[in-house]
């Protein structure tokens, strides 16, 4: 079978998926989750090497991408929100930024512009340096994936190591219970505050095709008033 950049985004969806179920059924059943969880991570970096490597990319397959990273963040986070190890709040803000960001990017590749930073030139819908930066670069794309990766891994840890019946380290002194939970605390907000800031480019430059859709709208609709 001849892999392309889109299989490969599916096959994330896939085993991130398949890490979620195996997570809360017993400490090794977790330990092999955190290990599917890497390889998910590991195959989002995969995905953008094959399509720059065999100069496979296409907006479509940048927005399946985009759609892929969505699908495994809101449900890792719903996931763990739902057992209580994250604030219900986390993936409240993954889905609204990821739902205001994605419908911009959507009416900025019905304009003819690529939905990503800076894949296609003067087509690409971010413009200014510190937008690429931010959001298309590939130290930025990195350093996401990679918290995302230390944030999911450590909560499928503590809930491995620490939590139910079968935890393998069973009960813990109150103290390093606390400090773990600080860790992981920090670590998802920290992965929160990373989530909105490569966020902001796209509401801030995005918003002009918003305001160009409903400008007309509204002018065609006080033409037709008029007309009356």
Known sequence: MRWTPNKVTLLRV????AAVCL?????????AAVGLTVGAIALDALDGHIARKKEMATPVGAQLDILGDRMIENVYFTYFAVVGMVSLWLPVLFFARGAATDFLRGLAMKAGHSPMGAGWGASAMLQTWWGQALVASRWSRGL????????????????ALTRGPLALMGELAAGAHTT?????????WMTAALCVVRGLPVLVEGWKYFAGNVGPTRGARSTA???M
Do not use: H, P, S
Not at 23 to 31: D, E, I, Q, S, Y
Not at 147 to 155: P, Q, S, V
């Open 144 to 159: 996401y994936a990679a918290m995302k990766c230390l944030c999911f891994c450590y909560l499928g840890l503590e809930l």
């Open 14 to 17: 896939a085993v991130g998926f």
């Open 180 to 188: 773990i939970r600080l860790g992981a605390d920090v670590l998802t």
């Open 225 to 227: 008033q008029e007309a």
């Open 23 to 31: 997570f809360g059924r017993g400490a090794w059943a977790n330990l």
